[in-house]
């Protein structure tokens, strides 16, 4: 471990020595109206060039689980990759998690649990998952994995999968100029309500 004392602001400079890191930690520095992340993590999750993991003010005790969001996307297919390491170093179990809200099944709208409809949804999304972990399990064999599949918005969904897991690991699919949008709406409302350390990995990593 070493120390080093670099000038301007600690968004920027971590957002620049995060080209060549491996990863980038930074505190949340959460105010009352926002109690786990301000604007300097905030900011550097959003424009980190390698994963960037915000911790909250306390950590608890570890609980051998870990959380990633999984939708298909490339960056989510990042998520799990940085996950499945994680877990595999820390003797973890890694849940994967799917939400969804509105599916259609023959014309109507699936809203009813345990009905044909409800059940081909989660069929779909459980062969989604294990699509996306057809390959990455070779790699990590001895990582436990679990599936959940859950009928919510996608942040509150991981937010409550999530609770009490020692990592929450997320893909951000943000797009454009601005902090929020280079950020990914999902990543960004994670961030805002998380009491447990959140991981975000951007595109390519």
């Known amino acids: 471990m070493t120390a080093s004392s670099v000038p301007g602001s600690v968004a920027g400079v971590l957002v620049e020595l995060s080209r060549t890191a491996a990863a980038v930690v930074v505190g949340g520095g959460g105010e009352p109206s926002r109690p786990f ?12 060039q390698c994963p960037a993991v915000v911790l ?5 005790g570890a609980s051998g689980r870990v959380v990633v969001g999984v939708d298909g996307s490339k960056q989510s297919g990042a998520a799990v990759d940085f996950a499945l390491s994680y877990a595999a170093r820390h003797g973890a179990t890694l849940r994967c998690v799917v939400a969804w809200s509105i599916e259609v099944v023959d014309g109507a ?5 345990g009905t ?5 949804v989660e069929t779909k999304h459980r062969a989604l998952v294990e699509r996306v972990l057809a390959d990455r399990r070779t790699a990590f064999p001895d990582v ?14 991981l937010l409550e999968a999530a609770a009490g897991a020692d990592l929450l690991v997320v893909g951000s699919r943000g797009r454009g100029g601005f902090t929020g949008m280079l950020l990914g709406s999902v990543s960004k409302r994670v961030l805002e309500g998380s009491t447990m350390p959140v991981a975000v990995l951007h595109k390519g990593e």
């Open 109 to 113: 709208v699936v809203t009813e649990p």
């Open 56 to 60: 909250p003010d306390r950590l608890t």
């Open 144 to 157: 436990p994995v679990e599936i959940e599949i859950r009928r919510a918005k996608a942040a509150t969904a």
């Open 37 to 48: 992340v301000g604007s300097t993590a905030l900011s550097v999750a959003a424009h980190a």
């Open 116 to 120: 044909p409809e409800w059940e081909a």
